[in-house]
Protein backbone atom coordinates (compact mmCIF):
# COMPACT_ATOMS: atom_id res chain seq x y z
CA UNK A 1 0.00 0.00 0.00
CA UNK A 2 1.07 3.37 -1.01
CA UNK A 3 -0.82 6.30 0.70
CA UNK A 4 -0.10 9.87 -0.55
CA UNK A 5 -0.72 12.97 0.74
CA UNK A 6 -2.02 15.85 -1.46
CA UNK A 7 0.56 18.74 -0.67
CA UNK A 8 -0.31 22.40 -2.70
CA UNK A 9 2.42 23.25 -4.93
CA UNK A 10 3.72 27.17 -6.87
CA UNK A 11 2.70 29.89 -4.68
CA UNK A 12 0.47 28.54 -2.23
CA UNK A 13 3.32 25.72 -1.23
CA UNK A 14 4.31 27.26 1.73
CA UNK A 15 1.16 29.05 3.30
CA UNK A 16 -1.14 26.16 2.74
CA UNK A 17 1.05 23.12 2.46
CA UNK A 18 -1.49 19.53 2.37
CA UNK A 19 -4.56 21.96 3.66
CA UNK A 20 -7.44 22.24 0.63
CA UNK A 21 -11.00 23.68 0.63
CA UNK A 22 -12.34 20.82 -0.34
CA UNK A 23 -12.68 17.02 0.06
CA UNK A 24 -13.43 16.04 -3.58
CA UNK A 25 -9.74 16.18 -5.56
CA UNK A 26 -8.75 13.19 -3.87
CA UNK A 27 -12.02 11.17 -4.88
CA UNK A 28 -11.76 12.67 -8.25
CA UNK A 29 -8.68 11.12 -8.70
CA UNK A 30 -9.67 7.97 -7.55
CA UNK A 31 -12.08 7.94 -9.76
CA UNK A 32 -10.00 8.89 -12.97
CA UNK A 33 -7.91 5.57 -12.00
CA UNK A 34 -10.88 3.38 -11.58
CA UNK A 35 -12.16 4.56 -15.07
CA UNK A 36 -8.87 4.06 -17.13
CA UNK A 37 -8.42 0.93 -15.22
CA UNK A 38 -11.76 -0.31 -16.94
CA UNK A 39 -10.66 0.71 -20.27
CA UNK A 40 -7.82 -1.75 -19.85
CA UNK A 41 -5.29 1.13 -19.27
CA UNK A 42 -2.76 0.06 -16.99
CA UNK A 43 -2.61 2.07 -13.90
CA UNK A 44 -1.54 1.58 -10.36
CA UNK A 45 -4.69 -0.11 -8.68
CA UNK A 46 -6.61 2.72 -6.72
CA UNK A 47 -7.70 1.10 -3.19
CA UNK A 48 -9.15 4.22 -1.60
CA UNK A 49 -9.59 8.05 -1.36
CA UNK A 50 -9.40 9.46 2.36
CA UNK A 51 -10.29 12.96 3.89
CA UNK A 52 -10.04 14.26 7.04
CA UNK A 53 -11.42 18.00 7.78
CA UNK A 54 -9.67 20.08 10.52
CA UNK A 55 -11.40 23.22 11.62
CA UNK A 56 -11.53 25.02 8.30
CA UNK A 57 -8.96 22.96 5.83
CA UNK A 58 -9.41 19.61 4.47
CA UNK A 59 -6.22 16.94 4.57
CA UNK A 60 -6.14 14.41 1.95
CA UNK A 61 -4.69 10.79 0.96
CA UNK A 62 -4.65 8.62 -2.03
CA UNK A 63 -3.93 4.79 -1.05
CA UNK A 64 -2.72 2.76 -4.19
CA UNK A 65 -1.33 -0.55 -4.38
CA UNK A 66 3.00 -1.05 -3.88
CA UNK A 67 4.62 -2.18 -6.57
CA UNK A 68 8.08 -3.03 -5.12
CA UNK A 69 10.05 -3.38 -8.46
CA UNK A 70 8.48 -0.43 -10.10
CA UNK A 71 11.06 2.86 -11.13
CA UNK A 72 9.95 5.76 -12.38
CA UNK A 73 11.14 6.13 -16.19
CA UNK A 74 14.43 8.16 -15.90
CA UNK A 75 15.54 5.57 -12.93
CA UNK A 76 14.40 2.83 -14.86
CA UNK A 77 16.84 3.38 -17.93
CA UNK A 78 19.65 3.90 -15.47
CA UNK A 79 18.88 0.86 -14.23
CA UNK A 80 18.31 -1.22 -17.47
CA UNK A 81 20.29 0.17 -20.12
CA UNK A 82 20.00 -2.83 -21.75
CA UNK A 83 15.76 -2.48 -21.52
CA UNK A 84 15.98 1.14 -23.00
CA UNK A 85 14.42 0.22 -26.25
CA UNK A 86 11.65 -1.57 -24.77
CA UNK A 87 11.47 0.64 -22.12
CA UNK A 88 10.58 3.50 -24.62
CA UNK A 89 7.78 1.30 -26.23
CA UNK A 90 5.71 0.14 -23.36
CA UNK A 91 5.98 3.75 -22.51
CA UNK A 92 4.39 4.78 -25.45
CA UNK A 93 2.02 2.24 -25.52
CA UNK A 94 0.74 2.90 -22.19
CA UNK A 95 0.27 6.40 -23.26
CA UNK A 96 -1.73 5.64 -26.46
CA UNK A 97 -4.03 3.81 -24.25
CA UNK A 98 -4.61 6.52 -21.95
CA UNK A 99 -5.25 9.20 -24.41
CA UNK A 100 -7.24 6.36 -26.45
CA UNK A 101 -9.91 6.42 -22.95
CA UNK A 102 -9.72 10.07 -23.02
CA UNK A 103 -7.04 11.28 -20.67
CA UNK A 104 -5.91 14.54 -20.18
CA UNK A 105 -3.36 15.53 -17.65
CA UNK A 106 -2.42 19.31 -16.72
CA UNK A 107 1.21 18.07 -15.56
CA UNK A 108 2.04 14.79 -17.57
CA UNK A 109 5.67 13.66 -17.61
CA UNK A 110 7.84 10.47 -17.08
CA UNK A 111 7.77 10.50 -13.51
CA UNK A 112 3.84 9.58 -13.68
CA UNK A 113 4.67 6.38 -15.82
CA UNK A 114 6.73 2.91 -13.55
CA UNK A 115 8.28 0.44 -15.25
CA UNK A 116 9.10 -2.63 -14.09
CA UNK A 117 11.07 -6.20 -15.82
CA UNK A 118 8.42 -9.08 -16.28
CA UNK A 119 10.42 -11.80 -17.48
CA UNK A 120 12.10 -10.77 -21.04
CA UNK A 121 9.40 -7.83 -21.19
CA UNK A 122 8.92 -4.60 -19.53
CA UNK A 123 5.80 -3.02 -18.09
CA UNK A 124 5.11 0.44 -17.92
CA UNK A 125 1.54 1.82 -15.12
CA UNK A 126 0.71 5.46 -15.02
CA UNK A 127 0.75 6.94 -11.36
CA UNK A 128 -0.11 9.98 -9.68
CA UNK A 129 -2.88 11.24 -11.94
CA UNK A 130 -3.97 14.23 -9.75
CA UNK A 131 -6.42 16.94 -11.63
CA UNK A 132 -6.51 14.58 -14.30
CA UNK A 133 -9.93 14.16 -16.02
CA UNK A 134 -11.56 12.00 -18.52
CA UNK A 135 -12.92 13.40 -21.62
CA UNK A 136 -12.93 11.69 -24.60
CA UNK A 137 -12.35 12.30 -27.46
CA UNK A 138 -9.46 13.80 -27.16
CA UNK A 139 -8.41 16.10 -29.67
CA UNK A 140 -4.72 16.09 -31.48
CA UNK A 141 -4.25 19.65 -29.93
CA UNK A 142 -4.75 18.33 -26.57
CA UNK A 143 -2.19 14.93 -27.15
CA UNK A 144 0.01 17.31 -28.69
CA UNK A 145 0.09 19.65 -25.17
CA UNK A 146 0.68 16.53 -23.09
CA UNK A 147 3.07 15.00 -25.19
CA UNK A 148 5.01 18.95 -25.13
CA UNK A 149 4.58 19.00 -21.54
CA UNK A 150 6.18 15.72 -20.88
CA UNK A 151 9.54 16.96 -23.21
CA UNK A 152 9.30 20.33 -21.68
CA UNK A 153 10.30 18.61 -18.02
CA UNK A 154 13.00 16.41 -19.85
CA UNK A 155 14.33 19.35 -20.54
CA UNK A 156 14.06 21.37 -17.63
CA UNK A 157 15.12 18.57 -15.24
CA UNK A 158 17.55 17.16 -17.51
CA UNK A 159 20.25 17.98 -14.90
CA UNK A 160 18.76 16.35 -12.37
CA UNK A 161 17.48 13.14 -13.45
CA UNK A 162 19.21 9.94 -13.64
CA UNK A 163 18.87 9.25 -17.39
CA UNK A 164 17.45 10.64 -20.37
CA UNK A 165 16.00 9.47 -23.59
CA UNK A 166 17.85 9.77 -26.75
CA UNK A 167 15.98 10.52 -30.14
CA UNK A 168 16.02 7.47 -31.58
CA UNK A 169 14.17 5.72 -28.06
CA UNK A 170 11.90 8.74 -28.30
CA UNK A 171 11.26 7.72 -31.95
CA UNK A 172 10.78 4.50 -30.30
CA UNK A 173 8.07 6.32 -27.65
CA UNK A 174 6.33 7.51 -31.03
CA UNK A 175 6.21 4.06 -32.45
CA UNK A 176 4.60 2.94 -29.20
CA UNK A 177 1.83 5.54 -29.48
CA UNK A 178 0.90 3.37 -32.81
CA UNK A 179 2.47 5.90 -35.52
CA UNK A 180 4.37 4.46 -38.42
CA UNK A 181 7.42 5.72 -39.68
CA UNK A 182 6.33 8.70 -41.85
CA UNK A 183 4.09 9.85 -38.66
CA UNK A 184 6.83 9.55 -36.22
CA UNK A 185 8.86 11.93 -38.93
CA UNK A 186 6.00 14.47 -38.78
CA UNK A 187 5.14 14.33 -35.12
CA UNK A 188 9.20 14.55 -34.41
CA UNK A 189 8.87 18.37 -36.40
CA UNK A 190 5.60 19.20 -34.67
CA UNK A 191 6.03 18.21 -31.38
CA UNK A 192 9.80 20.04 -31.50
CA UNK A 193 8.46 23.59 -33.02
CA UNK A 194 5.15 23.49 -30.50
CA UNK A 195 8.05 22.76 -27.29
CA UNK A 196 10.40 25.20 -29.04
CA UNK A 197 8.11 27.63 -28.63
CA UNK A 198 6.55 26.51 -25.35
CA UNK A 199 10.14 26.73 -23.48
CA UNK A 200 10.07 30.68 -25.31
CA UNK A 201 7.19 31.37 -24.10
CA UNK A 202 8.03 30.29 -20.54
CA UNK A 203 11.61 32.26 -20.65
CA UNK A 204 9.89 35.55 -21.73
CA UNK A 205 7.24 35.04 -18.61
CA UNK A 206 10.16 34.84 -16.20
CA UNK A 207 12.00 37.89 -17.91
CA UNK A 208 8.36 39.72 -17.05
Given at each position: ?????????????????????Q???A??????????????VP????L?????K??????L???TE??????????FLA?Y??R?R??A?????VV???F?????H???H???????P?????????????????????????R??M?VR??????????????????????R?L???GLD??????????????????L?R???????
Open positions: LVVRPYRRGGALGSLLNDRYSPHRKQELEVLHKLQQEGVVAPAALAKGRAFWRRLCWLSDALTVPAEPNRQTEAVGLRLARAGLRPDMLDNVLVRSGDRVRAVLVDLDRARIDAPLTDRADDLMQRHLVRHRRSLPALPTRAETMFRGLRQQRAAAWRVLAGKLKRSARNWLRSR
